[in-house]
């Protein structure tokens, strides 16, 4: 046993019986004001208002449910008046003593830093570093880490960092706020303001990292973005469940999650189509084609305009429209906003008409103004010059007109393409067959349509100080653009890998990412070059694999050498049997603690449940839901894999999973890397550059029989 440990414990006690007695003190707080009742002076409940909303937000923060308290230690090469090191114990939150000194220092603070950045040859002022091992309240380890005036301490992982890479797997991330590395903390602590863009291949940490660096910029731009909200994007429910638990245990519960589908509230997806159609739904061409659409709306009437009014009749030409239709057209602003400089302007010019070669009489015009607005033939040629559309409106009509279509697309796509964006009209709006790619088109009108006012349809697109976007590789030009438009100052972290981009566009680089996201603005590119997730012997195999995806992508180093190799089982006529026998031969090396992801091809996804007892994941984002919360079996298709991670994987005929993913030697990449402790490939016919790897591995069925 460490000398030290029963002191840390001690401070540890201390540390937990302060943490309480803020607890405390914040309810009384808060209590005090209610007890006060609802009345007093406008101001005097205001103040009531914040100190309740503080105290709240105060107690949430304070709550570490079962995470431990302390996590580590540093003392610093200075000395205190009494000649001993200064010693900083870094935990969850910010703990003050009674005298109101930092009896724990939260770990986003600046001095806590060196805790994740020092190196034996770049101490940044340490002394020692100390790592503390704890089951719940009790600590039942201590790792020191000392640093001499040689700099020669060691560079390799901390055995605290192994024993974490090592732990079990659950149904949720856990937070790495223990175990953040150098080249981790430098992308936690980057500024807020700017486009900064992580690449970081399989179990690099980057979503965990991401996460973090959200806690941390709450922390440090406390007062801008309580306000201004920060926002997490993921690319499906599943995923946003599994990361759901890593804010909150870190004290911030008031980030908002979503996918982009979930930020475009206007319709429900209710159907799906070809891969070939959500493509070409998701190029940057489509932004062309919707406002080229909308302009097409904006027209001079054919035959000009006549308005009987009493026993004459006003009269306006077809230049006349035209020259009203081309001003409102060079005024800024959406396009139902400027139909009233429309109305306003037609109106001005048919008053003109009535009022030709007399005094002008303002009250007599300002009656000839009321009546023409509800003329019924000015409002019909409103509606036919500058109609007021909503979103549905317009695209359920185009689609529904291919000549239409023709009109708004011909000169950015070919027929052929305008060909298969045409839907057959539906009889209401509620029976259009919204798919996930027709979202991002909706919100692409509605920002230059605006509010269709007294329709009921005024929404309000709701803008965030900083957003962090995961998995950013799989989204189209058009859904990075929903992005763009919810960023108030650009300022965004986005995480991915390209190497496993299989999205219906993959991009060549962040750059064309960038372009979208952030028109115009530089980027601060990042990589995170180290693996820490997956086992050597899995990580260089699928370091062969990706060398045929992606062969100018290098493979982040894994730092776990340690692991058991692939396993490759031939299908046999009841593959679904066999499935199930590896699933529990799995469970039974876990003992009861970790976690195994099925993955397999949609088409195998029913047999496999049902032979199971699974209900497999669902695209729609339903959980894995098979009567009990805890089942540490998951069954899902490869796509709702991305971004997860299980001890043991068994992956299911890997050459459908290549052909449905449409994304060749990348959907086995991100197969292969969702596995921490093992994997198991049942395959029928295995694809050829993942039969090369493993033969040249000699890990295929009978060749070790053969000697070869």
Known sequence: MHPDLPKEQAFLDKAYRRLEEMKVATSARMEEVLDQGRGGTHQARLERDVIVRDSLVRLEQLEIGEHSLIFGRIDTATEDGDGSPEAYHIGRVGVLGADMEPLVVDWRAPVAEPFYRATGRHPMGLRLRRHFASEGRRIVGLEDEVFGTDGLASEEPTGALLAALGRSRSAHMRDIVATIQKEQDEVVRAPLHGLLVVQGGPGTGKTAVALHRAAYLLYTYRFPLERQRVLVVGPNQVFLRYIEQVLPSLGESGVILSTVDGLVSRARVRSSEDSRVARLKGDARMADLIAKAVSDRERPLRGGIAVPLGLRTLRLQRQETASIVSAARRRRGSHNARRSFVERLLIQRLISKERAGREPDPEAEEDLAEALREHPAVLGALDRMWPR????????????????????????????????????????????????????????????????????????????????????????????????????????????????????????????????????????????????????????????????????????????????EPQVLPAVADRARQVREAVEEALGMLDGRGTVGVVAPYAELEGLGKELGLDPVSDRGGARRMGEEANPVMLLPLRLAKGLEFDVVVMVEPSLLMEEEDSGPRALYVALTRATRHLVVVASDLPRVLRDALAARNLLPGQGDKGD
């Open 389 to 564: 559309l909503s979103a549905e409106e317009l695209l359920h009509d185009l689609f529904g007109a291919p000549a239409l279509l023709a009109l708004a697309g011909g000169k950015f796509f070919k027929p052929q393409e305008l060909a298969m964006l045409e839907r057959a009209r539906s009889s209401s709006f509620e029976e259009i067959p919204w798919t996930s790619a027709d979202l991002a088109l909706l919100d692409e009108a509605a920002a230059l349509l605006g509010p269709r006012r007294g329709k009921g349809s005024a929404r309000e697109t709701r803008t965030y100080g900083h957003i962090v976007l995961d998995e950013a590789q799989e989204l189209s030009a058009m859904q990075l653009r929903v992005i763009s438009r919810r960023s108030l100052s650009g300022s965004m972290t986005v995480v991915g890998d390209l190497a496993q981009a299989s999205g219906p566009a993959a991009p060549e680089s962040w750059g064309q990412i960038a372009r979208h996201l952030a028109p115009g603005r530089q980027i601060h590119l990042v990589q995170l070059g180290v693996n820490y997730r997956t086992p050597g012997p899995i990580a260089d195999l699928a370091a062969e694999i990706l060398a045929h995806a992606a062969p100018g992508l290098l493979p982040p180093k894994a730092v776990r050498q340690e692991g058991s």
